[in-house]
């Protein structure tokens, strides 16, 4: 028993000093990754064609991490440059910013979160009008097959509606530090397509199965969601939804 013991203790030891030294050696990639990219940005100061360079893999980089942009080649850029830097300059030096970076690249903006709220509160109205459709068949004596046109016309309205109200509010937070710096995007988020149902004529039938979706989908209760969103709202000067 006691030699199990100690085995097991051992054992424990070596996987802790294990853990300790991949730690250490991270640790000190890091650093030494932090101390090429300042050594890097140091000489592109005084180096134009170094300068050009980290500027050539930035656009590089940029490229591929937008969906509106085409993605560019290595190679391409390359032969943009007349021969002054090679394609695996270019992405190495790619690599040495990601890696000082840490991939941290792509941060979710206001408008990333919105879209899927938006598809939250599409998805709400329209679970609705189903049940609603499902009710009165179930009621009517004369079962006629349903009619959702009218129901689907003005829901596209009323998304398109939200979209745009939702858009402008995000554009004007830019303007405001406290509200699109200091506020997560995703409260920014909320409260801008909380507003937006709040000006438009949702039932309250279609704000209550909104309000459980984004319940279940940010996993906290509807109540603490729109106290947040409320007072990102009223400190944007904007209105605010009380559901």
Known sequence: SQQRRSSSSSEIDRDNSSSNSNQQ???????????????????AKSDATIYQLVAISSLFLAA?????????DARVLARTSHGSYSAAEIVDTELLL???????????????V????????????????????????QHSSR?????????DDRTEERMHSVIDFTRLQIELS?????????????????A?????????DFTSHEKRAFGRSVAEWTATTMMMSVEDSEEDAQSSGSRSLVM
């Open 98 to 112: 990601v890696e000082a970076l840490e991939w941290r690249l792509c941060g979710p903006t206001c408008w990333n």
């Open 174 to 190: 830019v303007s405001d530090y406290a509200t699109s710096v200091l506020r997560a995007p995703s409260r920014v988020a909320l």
């Open 114 to 137: 919105a879209q899927h709220v938006i598809a939250l509160l599409r998805g709400a109205v329209e679970g609705c009008h189903r049940n609603i459709r499902h009710r009165r068949n």
């Open 25 to 43: 050696q991270q640790s000190q990639q890091k650093q030494q990754l932090r101390q090429k990219l300042a050594k890097t940005i140091a000489q």
């Open 64 to 72: 591929k991490s937008s969906d509106k942009l085409c993605p560019v």
């Open 143 to 151: 079962k006629s097959p349903p009619n959702p046109t009218n129901d």
């Open 192 to 200: 801008a397509v909380l507003n937006s149902v709040e000006l438009l």
